[in-house]
């Protein structure tokens, strides 16, 4: 038994410095291959139309949640709304302005945007407000003439979120999905969304706390927190990679900078067990966290 139980630490030491030098192989590759192309922003991610009713059903059960989490029926109804990191298209910001919402805006660090005319075509059949078709029109013709997105219902801005500053009491609500995690200086992000807000408006953001490295995201879930800073900065992390701030950390830059937290609902957590295996090769400072910082994968939360 004792022998089988050394059998055990020893598949797990050898597992956990593999993962130790596959993470660094990966983030390595992946700072090569950027330099090489010499690619310095995400390149946008082509959609093709078989991607439409996918990405539609997803962006209808964002909605779904932030209308669940605010308790709210008609949540959206009048508000002036900020998304921050739309993505490779605005299907979302569509959906809430055929949900009530005054006007939708869109900012994003990288222009992203790639979805083809198509999408937004196909959404008209599904929508019914005046607003929301006008904002679909809108789309279609700045596409078509390559012109920037900027009208009254719906606009996109290629912005940092520090900018924010300069559009003082401006939203009634500002949400993300996925995007507070690559924000370097988040404590300037949330003094900038803190003067955007209206008094009383409210931000939900749905933040993600595992390694984003695709190939061994499901086998090491916090693969990027066992290198310390030099090596994680100069070595792993990409362009726009994760900050590895953990939930705690986030919600104390939020108070230091004027919000409330009024609700934190735990999307995906990591088995205890899990943790238990791999906690003591992460790296100093992190394998000194309470494990409470550890075990949340992601997390919405809502600010007020």
């Known amino acids: 038994m004792l022998k089988n139980i050394k059998n055990i630490m020893l598949n797990n030491y050898l597992k956990q410095n593999f993962y130790y030098f596959l993470g660094l192989f990966i983030g390595l590759s992946s700072r090569l291959k950027k330099f090489v192309l010499r690619l310095n922003s995400p390149r946008p991610r082509m959609l093709p139309l078989?991607?439409?009713?996918?990405?539609?059903?997803y962006?209808?059960?964002?909605?779904?949640?932030?209308?669940?989490?605010?308790?709210?029926?008609?949540?959206?109804?009048n508000k002036k709304i900020l998304e921050i990191g739309p993505g490779p298209d605005l299907l979302l910001g569509l959906l809430t302005l055929e949900s009530g919402a005054q006007s939708y805006s869109a900012i994003d660090y990288f222009p992203v945007l790639s979805a083809p005319l198509s999408f937004y075509?196909?959404?008209?059949?599904?929508?019914?407000?005046?607003k929301a078709l006008k904002a679909v029109?809108?789309?279609?013709?700045?596409?078509?003439e390559d012109k920037p997105i900027d009208s009254p219902e719906i606009d996109y801005k290629i912005l940092g979120i520090e900018k924010l500053l300069e559009t003082k009491n401006k939203y009634d609500l500002i949400f993300s999905k996925d995007v507070l995690e690559h924000v370097d200086d988040l404590n300037s992000a949330f003094r900038a969304m803190r003067a955007s807000l209206i008094a009383g408006g409210r931000m939900i953001h749905k933040i993600d706390f595992q390694t984003h490295t695709s190939f061994i995201q499901d086998k090491d879930r916090l693969n990027f927190l066992r290198y310390n800073n030099y090596i994680y900065n100069n070595f792993v992390k990409f362009k726009g990679?994760?900050?590895?701030?953990?939930?705690?950390?986030?919600?104390?830059?939020?108070?230091?900078?004027?919000?409330?937290?009024?609700?934190?609902?735990?999307?995906?957590?990591?088995?205890?067990?899990?943790?238990?295996?791999?906690?003591?090769?992460?790296?100093?400072?992190?394998?000194?966290?309470?494990?409470?910082?550890?075990?949340?994968?992601?997390?919405?939360?809502?600010f007020h």
């Open 121 to 130: 075509e196909n959404l008209k059949k599904d929508l019914r407000a005046p």
């Open 59 to 77: 962006d209808r059960s964002i909605l779904n949640t932030l209308r669940e989490l605010s308790g709210e029926a008609n949540f959206f109804e």
């Open 241 to 302: 990679g994760p900050n590895r701030l953990r939930l705690p950390e986030v919600i104390s830059l939020a108070k230091a900078n004027g919000f409330e937290i009024e609700k934190i609902q735990i999307d995906k957590q990591m088995e205890e067990t899990e943790l238990k295996q791999s906690k003591k090769f992460l790296s100093e400072y992190y394998r000194n966290l309470d494990d409470s910082s550890l075990l949340p994968l992601s997390a919405w939360v809502i």
């Open 50 to 57: 078989s991607d439409y009713e996918k990405n539609l059903d």
């Open 137 to 144: 029109e809108n789309i279609s013709s700045s596409l078509s």
